[in-house]
């Protein structure tokens, strides 16, 4: 039988023996102060997130707990008894209460990827199990689900209530797919169904979630939310219906995800018009629709298409691109007055992503659109689609998908499973980490920590229903010292002299009003010519969030993969900006306009980086009200009691 006081009994005995040392251990150089990381060692997925008897678990497969999302106390190493042959990959941990297993009632039992050394032997899924809460032992018969598959992982268990089996979700990482299966008694596992062909998939899919998530404002309706991770950096979501054998997405969401339908703006050229197969291909990821336009099947020209002359009519025009990064020889051009005034082109590589231009300075011109390929001998190309005028720049560098965080550092995300049914609130964590520099962070107790929790509701918009996420409301209990500007006209530069005083570990929340076209620029951690700079053009909707001047790391490395801008579209409600933002030591995390869009940035600021200030330009920005709370520490504050 799982027996609270069994864990809390080991809580106690952890506290006792690192309560001399937790204030050095948790104060080091970049150490985040109210987000959970362990004493040492790595931390990346989070894993096992559920909710019993009060107690909520965090498992990486390290294993924390807390009474409140917000304190947390380490436990010992829980996974015992195995090889020793294999790592533990990431998954989830279920409480058997009726004892559906045969272990015993009320165990726990964690699930995990087995995985070997060097990526060629088979994934397999595996569990270990639990009569205290604290120790997980290896179960002989391992492994429960194995399909010979090189890539098969991050098993997500939970339980189905309406058809009263238990539900496991594991992906197929690079077959981008997602397979569902069930058990009656968690260690025989039946094939249901496979979830693929929607979405971004160009990269490993990872840790699935699916879950039921409430509609804000609607009591007692929610609707199913899948969760998948794109590596190496990312969290994509789909909406639809689960009924216990397939996961099914609204017809709106495959629409949008398939066709663009629902996105803002006018379809100036989709090229779906086009009868022709020069306007098609196999060799692209991440298309509109079922045509493009591909610049090698008109090599005979420079041109490879030209539009009609038409008239600036909106400030921003968008267009997905893929293919060749040289500028000089393929790109997307704006032409007005016979002349380049803007241009783009892909990333390299075969990939569509979203891309486009601020046009409001031309509002009223002629203009054309040209696509250029001056490339004669080699395979080079460029690709275009979806060419769209809107109120709204979608310049983000992205595939088209929906994006849970629009930082680069938010991950794996996972949501709290409640056992003791109580809660009707959906709280998710991810770890704040990117694949392609995760190893090489300055830290020096270890690596990695996770999100701060966040609540996540859906809202209906004019696309369909949407992720909103907010900090957890129990965040609010280390706020301490504040200040508080209100009514205040920015007239160009602001210094928010108070903030040093802060160390880099407070809270934000902050309204704008924009009267006309304006551009706002927010820096934080800023000291000298170093800072994170956060930029909102109200003339487009685009928010933006730059740190290539943020981090004092010295590894050139490093920073070359680290530095990037982060874009979103972010649209005024009322001619107001609402932004909420944490900063702890190495990390910002930014949710605009009541949670719709979201950045999640590391960060690793020098020590002198404390400073922030407020900038504008244009027409009036004012501070309709900003107040900044200084947080404690969770590690000062179990030192102190």
């Not at 965080?405 to 003791?420: I, K, L, M, Q, V």
């Not at 205040?488 to 009003?513: C, D, H, R």
Request: glycine share 8%.
């Amino acid at each position: 039988m799982v027996k609270k006081t069994s864990i809390w009994i080991f809580v106690c005995l952890a506290m006792v023996g690192n309560i001399l040392v937790v204030q050095a251990q948790y104060d080091e150089v970049y150490r985040p102060q109210y987000h959970f990381s362990p004493t040492k060692g790595w931390i990346g997925d989070p894993d096992g997130l559920i909710h019993y008897k009060g107690v909520y678990h965090l498992f990486w497969w390290g294993h924390a707990v807390s009474r409140d999302l917000v304190h947390w106390e380490e436990l010992p190493y829980p996974m015992q008894g195995g090889p020793g042959d294999f790592s533990y990959f990431s998954g989830s941990v279920v409480v058997d209460k009726n004892n559906d297993s045969g272990f015993g009632n009320e165990s726990m039992i964690a699930f995990y990827t087995r995985h070997y050394p060097g990526d060629t032997l088979p994934e397999a899924q595996a569990i270990s199990v639990s009569n205290d809460g604290v120790i997980f032992n290896y179960y002989k018969k391992n492994p429960v689900l194995d399909i010979n598959k090189v890539f098969f992982r991050d098993p997500q268990v939970f339980w189905h209530d309406e058809t009263k089996k238990w539900i496991m979700a594991v992906s197929l990482p690079n077959e981008q797919s997602v397979h569902f299966y069930s058990s009656e008694n968690l260690k025989k596992w039946k094939f249901l169904s496979e979830f693929k062909g929607l979405g971004v998939q160009n990269s490993f899919w990872e840790c699935p979630d699916l879950f039921e998530v409430p509609v804000k404002g609607k009591k007692d309706e929610k609707h199913w939310v899948l969760l998948i991770g794109r590596g190496p950096n990312r969290v994509q979501y789909f909406v639809g219906d689960f009924d216990g054998n397939r996961f099914i997405p609204y017809s709106n969401i495959e629409s949008y995800l398939k066709r663009g339908i629902g996105l803002q703006g006018e379809i100036f050229e989709d090229f779906e018009e086009v009868r022709s197969n020069k306007y098609s291909s196999n060799s692209k990821r991440g298309f509109l629709g079922n045509r493009f336009l591909l610049s090698e099947n008109f090599k005979n020209d420079t041109i490879a298409w030209e539009s009609s002359c038409f008239q600036i009519s909106k400030p921003a025009i968008n267009f997905l691109v893929s293919g060749s990064n040289d500028i000089q020889n393929h790109s997307i051009q704006l032409i007005i007055d016979n002349r380049t005034r803007e241009e783009s082109a892909g990333n390299g590589d075969s990939i569509f992503r979203w891309k486009g231009w601020n046009v409001a300075k031309w509002l009223g011109k002629s203009a054309k659109i040209r696509v250029i390929d001056k490339s004669v001998n080699d395979s080079a190309n460029i690709a275009i689609d979806h060419i769209q005028f809107s109120d709204q720049l979608m310049d983000t560098n992205l595939e088209h998908g929906l994006w849970l965080d629009y930082g680069n550092d938010f991950y794996a995300a996972r949501t709290w499973r409640d056992y003791d049914n109580n809660s009707k609130r959906k709280v998710m964590l991810g770890w704040m980490g990117n694949w392609r520099y995760a190893n090489q962070v300055p830290t020096s107790w270890g690596k990695g920590f996770e999100s701060i929790p966040r609540e996540i509701q859906l809202i209906e918009t004019g696309e369909g229903l949407r992720i909103v996420q907010n900090p957890i409301p129990e965040l609010k209990t280390l706020r301490t010292t504040s200040f508080e500007l209100k009514e205040i006209p920015l007239k160009a530069n602001l210094q928010l002299s108070k903030i040093p005083e802060y160390g880099n570990t407070y809270e934000m929340n902050a309204v704008f009003k924009f009267t006309g076209n304006s551009e706002l620029q927010i820096n934080l951690q800023e000291d000298g010519n170093k800072s994170l700079v956060l930029t909102y053009d109200s003339s487009t909707n685009l928010f933006s969030v730059d740190r290539s001047t943020t981090t004092n790391a010295t590894s050139k490395e490093f920073i070359e993969k680290f530095k990037g801008l982060m874009k979103a579209p972010v649209k005024l409600k009322n001619d107001l900006l609402e932004i909420r933002i944490f900063v702890d030591r190495s990390s910002v995390e930014i949710f605009t306009q009541d949670g719709e869009k979201v950045f999640s940035v590391l960060t690793f600021p020098g020590p002198e980086q404390t400073g922030a200030s407020l900038h504008s330009k244009g027409d009036e920005v004012i501070i309709k009200g900003l107040k900044v709370w200084k947080l404690n520490s969770i590690w000062k504050n179990k030192n102190n009691n």
